[in-house]
């Protein structure tokens, strides 16, 4: 039962990360037929991070009412019908339109398996899942080439993506009743047993308990601290994935396609580092991954900023740095139920995930700022700054949590 389900949870993560690179892969093509500016991609994005952070905020409200299992199913039937409604669509407006439904499936199914997988199976699973959201993401960029390549052209491959998350709705309808005699399962295993976690025991469940208010959760004590790490590492990321290429080839020279090529080991870094990760997660644990991932990037980034004469340091720091940043991300939201408490996880996962769509929408377009003033040689500065700040957030947390673990050691002796 666990792993009929697990398998299905593994589909869908590759299923979520299918959408999130077709409109840049596809955008220089759709601009022009459409009529628009290449940076009106800018207002089509912001509107689906948007939706993003919004259905984030409300996914605590909404899983503990309905369940993670219909939860999950609705909303990839809403990013399903607006990558069908982005392949009908022949104006921007209704690209805009159809980014409505997306940005609130695509945050409130995040926020919802993330929970339920860090609630309910082991580090290693978490770790690969995420894996798998890159393979998912890798594969769109092939599937939009392709149709680009035919007469399906680029709403073809929108229409494509579309039709693999219907079938995945119908498997998620199907699947419901697993979902709930997992979450009984689980629940009668536990019942009795106290949270290792901040705020006391209870079943893994969340169905039907008591809404944690969006004012309630940051006041929890370390929820700010685990926010602003989460924050620093997904604007790391991002403005990586766009400007390392730019700084490679502005600042140390590097040719054009060596640069591309090398952004691109970036992004199969974290996929690749978060495969294997997934072997040594249960071993380490979450706290040791998270420290030696950002000690990892601050390596890459250090080779990346050193003035030598040659360019291989910098492009070996960029694998570094991709591989340092494969675990960060797994390994905070699979510690939330064990740093906060299963009953206040979904609450501060949610805001987490509202956290990271606003690091990763905003943290470049402020790069793009800052270099233009400055110019990009501050890629790596900028870099070392969120390290730095994710770094200390985390560790000060790390502290939080264990005083709190001895307080509560001294209270039963």
Do not use: K
Request: with cysteine; charged share 10%.
């Amino acid at each position: 039962m666990y792993s009929l389900l697990l398998t299905i949870v593994y589909v869908a993560f590759i299923s979520l990360g299918l959408p999130d690179s077709l409109v840049g892969s596809g955008w220089p093509v759709m601009h022009e037929d459409l009529g628009v500016p290449l940076a009106s991609a800018g207002i089509l994005t912001m509107i689906i991070a948007v939706g993003t952070i919004v259905s984030s905020l409300a996914s605590d409200r909404l899983t503990r009412r309905f369940g993670a299992g219909l939860v999950t199913a609705v909303s990839v039937g809403m990013t399903a019908a607006a990558l069908v409604g982005f392949s009908l669509s022949g104006s921007f407006w209704m690209l805009c339109l159809w980014a409505i439904p997306y940005g609130l499936g695509a945050g409130a199914v995040d926020a919802a398996l993330n929970n339920y997988v860090a609630v309910h199976y082991a580090a290693r699973h978490m770790n690969w899942l995420h894996s798998f959201w890159g393979v998912g993401a890798s594969i769109s960029p092939f599937i939009m080439s392709y149709a680009l390549g035919t007469r399906l052209g680029w709403s073809g491959a929108y229409g494509i993506v579309g039709g693999i998350q219907i079938a995945l709705t119908i498997v998620l309808l199907v699947s419901l009743p697993l979902w709930g005699r997992v979450d009984a399962v689980r629940a009668a295993g536990s019942a009795g047993a106290p949270d290792a976690a901040v705020d006391g025991g209870d079943d893994p469940s969340t169905t039907g308990r008591a809404h944690v208010p969006l004012a309630q959760a940051l006041r929890i004590p370390g929820v700010l601290l685990v926010l602003t790490a989460f924050f620093a590492y997904c604007a790391l990321e991002s403005t990586a994935i766009l400007w390392a290429s730019t700084y490679l080839v502005t600042d140390r020279g590097v040719d054009t396609a060596t640069a591309a090529a090398f952004g691109s080991l970036f992004l199969l870094g974290i996929t690749g580092g978060r495969f294997l990760a997934g072997f040594v997660a249960d071993r380490i644990g979450d706290t040791l991954l998270i420290r030696g991932g950002f000690a990892t990037v601050a390596v890459g980034v250090v080779l990346i900023a050193l003035p030598v004469g040659t360019d291989v340091l910098a492009l070996v720091g960029l694998v570094v740095a991709g591989l340092g940043c494969a675990p960060i991300y797994p390994a905070i939201i699979h510690s939330t139920p064990v740093n906060f408490g299963r009953s206040s996880s979904q609450a501060i996962i949610g805001i987490q995930m509202a956290a990271a769509y606003t690091g990763s929408t905003l943290a470049p377009p402020l790069f793009g700022v800052l270099s233009a003033w400055a110019g990009t040689w501050i890629f790596p500065l900028f870099a070392a700054v969120l390290v730095a700040l994710g770094l200390v957030m985390s560790e000060r947390l790390n502290r939080l949590v264990a005083r709190r673990a001895r307080d509560r050691s001294a209270a039963t002796v």
